[in-house]
């Protein structure tokens, strides 16, 4: 890999790796004592790594290939490993707290291994590391096929992946040491905050030069949804961590707003990091990959465009319908709700759109489980996305918040939309950026497909069960007017929930470890062919696209 | 609630530059061949870049 | 090369080396996917289209307002009150006025033309609406009201200019066939000078009694009449047919036909302002005119509704000015129901459901040029069709080979091949045997084709002039065949019927829509194809003009034809019918005059555009209707003065939207039911 950088490039590397070393070794020295101080060590030590790695290779042979001639693919390929290293870590994690919930006794009486403690782990891991990895990778991919040009660069795209990836990890050992912000979702710290900052405008700059240099004019829509998702998540990540740092040399900070002010900044975060990060850039991931894996053009082009203008306007102001009967004014959360409301329309307009695209198709979904993938994420898009809506609408919420209805809506999210057509995306584009025929066991991407299905469904169905019962149960009264549960009631009436809980997410784990495996041997399966469309066994698909109804 | 002082003209300011992005796309003739354009990705070309182009690719 | 699949377009950027226009149109045909020439007419229509652009980019801001604006006010209407609520209206205020202003000026503009010349039109009422609920609104902002319209006006500003830019992508391009025409005109002519030289001038110089000299392969410039030469014409102008006429010394011939195969000399008969092809483009230019005056439903709908609209509102305001004798409030509740009276259904209901009839015909091929011609195509009593390559492919085939010895074979295909006439090359296909080449093959213009095949002299071609060579003559239609001395052969010709032409025709009958042929050709010709196909009525050996004339007359007894026609001398009379559709291998002017254009070679996609035009309109109807409804429930409620902005924005929004899913209908399968399923059709014996 290192041998297609030029000489130029390895030292920019090294200068640039050497920098972060030094930064890392400056963390270190004036945050000793503190877990700043770890940090500082961790980033000096996977900086020195990658600084001498390119070090060991700096006078190697100069590449030979025509860089204007092919695409920049090791980004990709790196970043899609990542992405599968990060599910497995992440998802792991997460049956580990989830069995927590059952067991408390799988604390094992320490500190790092508290619930408070991995659970952002568990969420950081899946929605940064896998998530975020995956997106990285699939963008990079995508933008490149559809403007038919190379990336603009060969060390930018490094440099965020590389960087976004000591993010993460900042993140997870970060969390393990008790340093938090208590943000959900943007739990990690102030400098880790602005290293994400400095690496988001990297990823966009690059993104724009890409573009701007693109030979085919057109630029697909799903660089669009792409696009929106950086820029926004951009803007909104910088406000919602507007926050000073106690001291520079600790792992500490106070926000830039507080009490009500501070609870919706956050909630306009993270709603909307729901909503870009883990909506707006997936839907570009099923805009490319589900036409090309069914080999049939978007439904409606023209729709695709006017949902994505509807989800970009109408997302921005649903976040306070997190905040329903708390001390925010009415009005706000009546404002959440009518958008959360009015949200429903362009999302149900992609998921459909998804769907209709696979019309003529259905013999591909049942013989191609990657494709499966793709086709089960959309529907449950356009299930979370109503039950998402539906939870927003005041009286509703008021039996679900707090509860397990809403980590079941999240899991249903995140486990049935995101993962599933990330999984999907994966299988498709790791046979062609590796130059193999196929998957090196289609039988285990079945395999995969029903454990994340099933795991999915055991999961969601728990949780629809443990939530409505609890919310029920917090508020039956009895006919004194006094509570008839009591918290420790409801708690003992979760515990089956719970360990069915575990057991869907134990599930899904393994369908991912599943999939981690099959990527590695496909990779390290002899034959490089053309690339090909792979079919799986048994699906000869030729048939002309039909024209999209318009 | 004060915090909208500043959501607001986040959010205004968002959208302006969405609504710019979108008048870009109009003047370099983005939507011109919509049944095209979903097309386009189905075929690869032998997964290579195109030669590029002396002027700006419109 | 970059292809446009929305526009069924290619662009072809040659590089050096490359084939030249019909070497491209060679291999497009080979990979399946045969091309024609597009209308110079219709690029540059395109290109000039400033307006849509403008009014999308409007669209956008307007939509971009609308969204923020209903923020604020989504706000206000869930309980922000005090300080909060007077900030909100301040801000909605900021983004609502400039965005009024530049999304809105079309129908500021509009309606100022209007009032200024003493009338009213659609944008009247509309531009009064905006106008008074953006003014009511600042003054309640500066007032510290409760209520204030900004949502609505700028949302009134959005759909309606959505409506405006479907309508104008949907409107009359400003077309002519007269192009297409003009281009058979010739400039210059080689005139044979009295002491015998040659002298070459401007056709405008021509005067009667002048010899001019044509070419083979150039264009008559003038009416003539032939002194000397013998050769064939394509007299597509005049009869519509393009196989080759024979002519000869004395025969009279037209401007505008092409000479194919040998020079001649002719007498000037008229000056080319006299000359058929001017008489054509006058028949056009009549016909064309007289087409403008149709009047479309959704104009004549606004007729009715501005002034009604205009007469409401004030009758409100005065009503609640005699009972509270609050102006204010009387005026809040006259302008609530100028917005409610949403013209946006009424605006929406006929550009969304044309719009969505458009991108359904395109998908079966077929090109609409002009968003009234689905509006006539519904209402048509009677098809008309021309015959040679629109009910025929215009290439003849052969009926019945005769029986051929080896020797007679090989002379037959060899001599064939040799000529471009269409009877000769339907033979040649017929007929493709290798053989020895024939020496001194020579083509007689007018005759046909003479050659010497191993020794034996052989003649192909018209029947009494193979005769001379021939042991006898053998009656019968089609080219004859003899070798010297030898027995004569017939090849009888068939003309080919189109693809879908029986089922389009009996599709058409079981839609009650009779056929009639308007063919220049000859009666026995036509008649076999009426025969054919089972038609009503058959006109044959109809000029031009006949044709004009012949529609107007049905015109006059108020009955809408719909012609489908192709070739040059169809021109004027698909400008002239009611409707028109021809085929896509029509000539340039023909496609220009037609309403819509089918790219497929089936006839199918008459019937198949009938009915999507029948469906549109039952769709337009319901759209109305729709409106209608909405308007019956809204407005009562406006005039009692309980709608406030939050019921204006839902009314305007769900009716829009209503009109719009409604029109949608037309995608799903609509054309399937306007044709009854073939199993109800007796299959022919």
Redesign the interface.
């Known amino acids: 890999m290192m041998n297609r950088l030029t000489t130029g490039e390895r030292q920019a590397a090294m200068v640039l790796s050497g920098m972060v070393a030094l930064a890392g070794f400056a963390m270190a020295i004036v945050g000793r004592g503190d877990p700043m101080g770890v940090h500082g060590w961790i980033t000096l030590i996977f900086a020195g790594v990658l600084f001498f790695l390119v070090g060991n290779v700096l006078y190697g042979p100069e590449p030979t290939e025509d860089r204007s001639a092919s695409y920049y693919d090791d980004p990709t390929k790196v970043g899609i490993l990542l992405a599968l290293f990060w599910a497995v870590v992440g998802m792991g994690m997460g049956v580990w707290v989830a069995a927590q919930l059952a067991w408390p006794e799988l604390r094992f009486d320490a500190a790092w291994s508290s619930f408070g403690r991995i659970r952002p782990v568990h969420t950081s891991g899946v929605i940064f590391g896998f998530g975020g990895n995956a997106l990285i990778a699939t963008s990079f991919h995508i933008m490149q096929r559809t403007s038919r040009a190379r990336l603009a660069g060969n060390i930018s795209p490094w440099f965020v992946l590389l960087g976004f990836n000591l993010f993460c990890i900042i993140a997870a050992s970060g969390y393990l040491m008790g340093v938090t912000q208590s943000k959900e979702y943007a739990e990690p710290e102030w400098y880790a905050d602005i290293w994400l900052v400095i690496v988001w405008v990297v990823y966009f700059v690059l993104y724009i030069r890409t573009l701007a240099r693109r030979n085919e004019p057109h630029i697909y829509v799903a660089n669009w949804y792409y696009l929106a998702f950086i820029l926004v998540v951009a803007v909104l990540h910088i406000v919602n961590n507007l926050a000073v740092p106690a001291s520079f040399g600790a792992a500490k900070s106070y926000s830039a707003f507080s009490g009500v002010q501070d609870a919706m900044t956050q909630w306009w975060y993270g709603h909307n990091a729901v909503a870009f990060f883990l909506t707006a850039g997936f839907l570009g991931m099923l805009y490319y990959f589900l036409p090309k894996r069914a080999e049939r053009p978007i439904y409606s082009y023209r729709l695709s465009i006017l949902s994505f203008w509807g989800i970009v306007f109408f997302y921005i102001w649903a976040g306070s319908h997190h905040l329903h009967y708390t001390a925010i004014p009415q009005w706000v959360q009546t404002l959440g709700m009518t958008f959360s409301v009015m949200l429903l329309v362009p999302s149900w307009a992609s998921a459909g759109n998804a769907l209709m695209t696979l019309n003529g198709a259905w013999h591909k979904v049942r013989d191609d489980a990657t494709l499966r993938f793709m086709m089960v994420a959309a529907v449950f898009y356009g299930l979370s996305t109503f039950e998402g809506s539906f939870m927003a609408i005041r009286p509703v919420n008021s039996l679900s918040h707090y509860t397990d209805w809403t980590v079941g809506h999240v899991h249903a999210g995140a486990m049935g939309w995101v993962a599933l057509i990330t999984f999907g995306s994966i299988y498709a584009v790791v046979p062609v950026l590796w130059r193999k025929e196929t998957m090196y066991s289609w039988k285990l991407v079945e395999w995969h497909f029903w454990l994340a299905l099933a795991g999915t469904v055991i999961y969601v169905f728990a949780m629809w069960n443990s939530g409505i019962t609890q919310g029920l149960m917090w508020r039956t009264y009895t006919e004194s007017g006094s509570l008839a549960y009591s918290f420790t009631d409801t708690l003992v009436a979760m515990h089956p929930y719970y360990i069915a809980r575990m057991i869907g997410g134990a599930l899904f784990f393994a369908g991912a470890v599943i999939g981690a495996f099959n990527v590695v041997m496909t990779i390290r399966s002899a034959g490089h062919q053309a690339p090909q469309l792979d079919y799986p066994t048994g699906s000869e698909a030729n048939e002309p696209a039909v024209p999209a109804a318009e | 609630m004060t915090i909208l002082h500043l959501l607001i003209p986040i959010t205004l300011l968002m959208g302006a530059i969405g609504l710019g992005a979108f008048f870009w796309s109009l003047r370099s003739s983005q939507y011109d061949d919509l049944a095209g354009d979903a097309e386009r990705i189905l075929h690869d070309d032998g997964d290579t870049p195109l030669p590029p182009k002396k002027e700006t690719a419109r | 090369m970059r ?5 069924r377009r290619i662009v072809v950027t040659p590089v050096p080396n490359s084939p030249g226009l019909m070497g491209i149109f060679a291999e497009l045909e080979r990979i399946g996917h045969p091309a024609t020439p597009i209308d110079a007419a219709d690029l540059s229509v395109e290109a000039g289209d400033r307006t849509g ?1 403008a009014l ?2 409007a669209v ?2 307007a ?2 307002g609308a ?2 604006v209903m ?1 604020m006010s ?3 209407w ?3 009150t005090g300080t ?1 609520r007077e900030t909100f209206h301040l ?1 909605s205020a900021l ?1 609502a006025v400039p965005i009024v202003a530049y999304a809105g000026r079309f129908f500021f503009v509009s309606a100022w033309t209007a009032l200024r010349r003493g009338g009213v039109n659609m944008d009247v009422p509309i531009a009064l609406a905006i106008a008074l609920a953006t003014g009511l609104s600042l003054y309640e902002t500066v007032r510290g009201g409760e209520q204030v319209f900004f949502d609505a006006a700028v949302t009134l500003t959005f759909f309606l200019l959505i409506g405006r830019w479907l309508d104008h992508r949907m409107r009359d391009r400003a077309r002519s066939a007269m192009t297409g025409l003009a281009r058979l005109a010739v400039r210059e002519a080689v005139e044979i000078t009295p002491s015998g030289g040659q002298r070459t001038i401007a056709v405008d110089a021509v005067v009667p009694g002048m010899v001019l000299r044509i070419a083979a392969g150039e264009r008559i410039p003038v009416d003539a009449r032939i002194v000397s030469g013998a050769t064939d014409l394509d007299r597509a102008l005049v009869t519509g047919e393009s196989s080759p006429v024979s002519v000869r010394t004395g025969c009279e011939i037209e401007a505008g036909a092409l000479n194919l195969t040998g020079p001649i000399d002719a007498v000037v008969l008229r000056p080319v302002s006299e000359s058929f092809l001017a008489q054509m483009m006058g028949m056009l230019a009549t016909a064309e005119e007289g087409r403008g005056r149709y009047v479309r439903i959704a104009d004549r709908a606004a007729r009715l509704y501005a002034p009604l609209i205009h007469l409401l509102a004030l009758a409100t305001f005065i009503g609640w000015m005699a009972v509270t004798g609050d102006w204010q409030q009387a005026a809040f509740i006259a302008i609530s129901v100028l917005i409610v009276t949403c013209p946006c259904a009424l605006a929406l209901a006929v550009p969304v459901a044309h719009v969505v009839a458009a ?2 015909l ?2 079966e091929g077929i090109l609409m040029k002009d968003g009234s011609a689905l509006e006539r195509l519904a209402n048509i009593d009677l098809v008309a069709w021309d015959k040679t390559g629109t009910l025929t492919t215009g290439e003849p085939a052969i009926r019945v080979l005769p029986k051929l010895d080896a020797a007679s074979q090989v002379a037959v295909a060899s001599l064939a091949a040799r000529s471009a006439h269409p009877a000769a090359r339907a033979i040649a296909s017929r007929l493709a045997v290798p053989g020895t080449a024939p020496v001194d093959v020579a083509e007689r213009p007018g005759f046909g084709v003479e050659g010497v095949i191993d020794g034996r002299r052989a003649r192909l071609g018209r029947e009494s002039w193979v005769g001379e060579i021939a042991a006898d003559v053998m009656t019968g239609d089609g080219p004859a065949f003899a070798f010297e001395g030898g027995e004569m052969l017939r090849f009888p010709l068939d003309e080919k019927l189109r693809d879908g032409a029986v089922d389009s025709v009996s599709d058409l009958a079981l839609m009650n829509l009779p056929g009639e042929i308007l063919s220049g050709d000859a009666a026995p010709a036509v008649a076999q194809v009426q025969g054919l196909l089972g038609l009503r009525g058959a006109q044959s050996a109809m000029s031009p003009a006949d044709k004009i004339a012949w529609l107007d007359d049905l015109r006059a007894q108020g009955i809408r034809v719909l012609m489908v026609g192709d070739g040059l001398n169809d021109t004027a009379a698909l400008a002239t019918a009611h409707v028109s559709m021809s085929p896509a291998s029509a000539s340039e002017a023909g496609r220009a005059a037609a309403d819509l254009v089918f790219l497929r070679d089936d006839l199918r996609a008459v019937p198949q555009a009938v009915g999507v035009a029948r469906r549109t309109g039952h769709i337009v109807r319901q759209n109305f209707g729709l409106a209608i409804l909405y308007n019956c429930i809204a407005v009562p409620l406006a005039v009692a003065g309980l709608v406030t902005p939050l019921i204006a924005a839902i009314a305007m929004s769900a009716s829009s939207i209503a009109v719009v899913a409604n029109s949608l209908r037309l ?1 799903r399968r609509a054309v399937a039911n306007a044709v009854p399923d073939a199993m109800f059709r007796e299959v022919p014996a």
């Open positions: 292809a446009n699949l929305t526009l652009q999308l980019r956008a801001v939509g971009f969204m923020n923020l989504v706000a206000v869930s309980g922000a909060t801000i983004i991108g359904r395109m998908t995608n």
